[in-house]
């Protein structure tokens, strides 16, 4: 239920009960000052000679009202105007006053007989006793009044009234100051009943809105329910997710960017420093007029070139570590991208005497990926058959279709190749084949790792085995989207391959 429609029941609630009560103290008030208005006039009355007269004739002494006569033709005439104002305070209209001894009885026969609860009240010393048909200021009501002297055959006096009041003959009702503490009471009561649970709800909800915080978001609140209050703690839990994912993410990136510049910083130096080592060497013989060592200019061309692969690799991995939302979609020739990929790497084959050469098909096989980390996970596989390579060795880049339809993508060389135990731990980072391929300085390990991660990122699968030459055969398999025509008749067999 809605704290809304809650607290509005909660207010009826209370309302209700406190219109009543108001009503009851109102009717009750004019009772009272009923039964004060009667009780005074008998009194009134008896002190200003009537207790005389009645004393003189106890036998016959009432107070009535006049009984209206009626003429010959049924009208009804006037009663006669009074000589003198009447002996004592005027009567309530109607009323009626009769006498009682000490002993509550009547001398005069016409006198009604009182009431059993009235005889009992004056008989346990009350002054003052009421009795109505029913609860209300208009209801017939007799009123016992006891008299100052209590002796005598007019030792008490009762009022009867007939309970027929018109507007202006309505006594004033003083209502009792003292009466606003009941319906505020039953006010401020309800008020904090319904206030108590909601208030005791939000100090719950503040306490582990802080103990929330205090955990870093983590874990999250109890409040459940429908109403404000419990849409109010699902807000904050909501936030508290979304923090905590954006924390996350921060710490991600800030490790990403930590570990980069881990990277960096120790993979650079070493290629950096020798190729310090060759411009030396190189300065050195310039200096002298000396001829310039080729062999030198071939190393520092190889660690330069090693260089750029390694801050590209870094970078790929930043990229790659920070996830999917850094990934670039789009269309994607892998023929074309097979080509700049070896034309990249053609110069430091030559340098090192290693033969590289492609073959891709006539028709160009087309995706949809990460164009520049798709490259660079080609170009990690390639750079490693030409560098663990030997002089006079050759690397082979292969392009073709598959059924399905699908395509592979080899990277085959005739190196030294890599025992079997260690094939299933390239792609793992920071791990690097032994001594046979490792020639120079190395880094962390990342070319392998990159190409896998690429795979997986684009659902391919990264096989890794012995090629038929001796070496290290490096396979892309993936699918190619369905499309109509050529791409979906079948495989194909790639050109010959190209130097």
Not at 17 to 39: D, F, N, T, Y
Not at 321 to 348: D, F
Not at 463 to 489: C, H, I, K, M, N
């Amino acid at each position: 239920m809605k704290l809304r429609m809650r607290l509005a029941l909660m207010t009826v609630a209370v309302a209700v009960p406190v219109a009543l009560c108001m009503g009851w103290i109102h009717v009750a008030s004019q009772v009272r000052a009923l039964e004060s208005a009667l009780s005074e006039y008998a009194l009134a009355h008896m002190l200003s000679g009537g207790r005389e007269r009645c004393e003189a004739s106890p036998e016959n002494w009432s107070i009535e009202p006049p009984r209206p006569r009626t003429g010959t033709g049924g009208d009804r005439e006037p009663p006669p105007r009074p000589r003198g104002p009447p002996p004592g305070p005027r009567p309530p209209p109607g009323s009626r006053l009769y006498a009682y001894d000490a002993q509550l009885a009547a001398r005069n026969p016409s006198a009604p007989a009182l009431e059993p609860s009235l005889v009992k009240a004056m008989q346990q010393g009350e002054g003052l006793a009421s009795r109505a048909s029913a609860f209300g200021v208009d209801e017939p009501r007799e009123v016992l009044v006891r008299m100052p002297w209590g002796t005598g055959p007019c030792a008490f006096a009762l009022v009867q009234w007939p309970g027929r009041f018109n507007t202006e003959e309505r006594p004033a009702v003083p209502f009792p100051h003292e009466y606003w503490l009941i319906p505020t009471g039953i006010a401020l009561a309800g008020v904090l009943f319904a206030l108590g649970p909601v208030v005791r709800r939000l100090r719950q909800l503040t306490g582990e809105v802080r103990t929330f915080v205090r955990s870093a978001y983590q874990g999250s609140l109890t409040q459940t329910g429908n109403d404000e209050i419990s849409e109010l703690a699902r807000a904050f839990d909501e936030a508290g997710r979304e923090v905590r994912a954006q924390m996350e993410l921060k710490e991600k990136r800030e490790q990403t960017l930590r570990s980069f510049l881990e990277n960096t910083t120790h993979d650079v130096m070493i290629p950096l420093t020798v190729l310090q080592g060759h411009l030396a060497e190189l300065q050195q013989h310039a200096a002298k007029g000396t001829p310039v060592d080729a062999a030198a200019v071939a190393a520092a061309s190889q660690e330069a070139h090693y260089m750029a692969a390694l801050i590209h690799n870094l970078g790929a991995a930043a990229r790659l570590e920070a996830g999917e939302p850094s990934v670039q979609r789009g269309p994607v020739n892998l023929n074309a991208l097979v080509e700049r990929c070896v034309g990249r790497h053609r110069p430091i084959a030559r340098q090192q005497g290693v033969q590289l050469d492609y073959a891709v098909p006539e028709l160009p096989v087309s995706l949809s990926g990460d164009d520049t980390l798709i490259e660079q996970a080609v170009s990690n596989v390639i750079y490693n058959a030409v560098r663990y390579n030997a002089r006079g060795g050759h690397v082979a880049v292969v392009l073709d279709r598959q059924p399905g339809p699908a395509f592979r993508l080899r990277v085959l060389d005739d190196g030294p190749g890599i025992p079997e135990g260690e094939l299933s731990r390239l792609v793992e980072r920071r791990v690097r084949g032994d001594a046979a391929r490792t020639r120079g300085p190395g880094g962390h390990g990342l070319g392998l790792n990159i190409a896998w991660k690429v795979a997986v990122l684009h659902g391919w699968s990264l096989q890794l085995g012995r090629s038929e030459y001796g070496g290290l055969q490096v396979d892309f398999l993936g699918e190619l989207p369905a499309s109509p025509g050529p791409d979906t008749e079948g495989p194909q067999v790639p050109g010959a391959l190209r130097a």
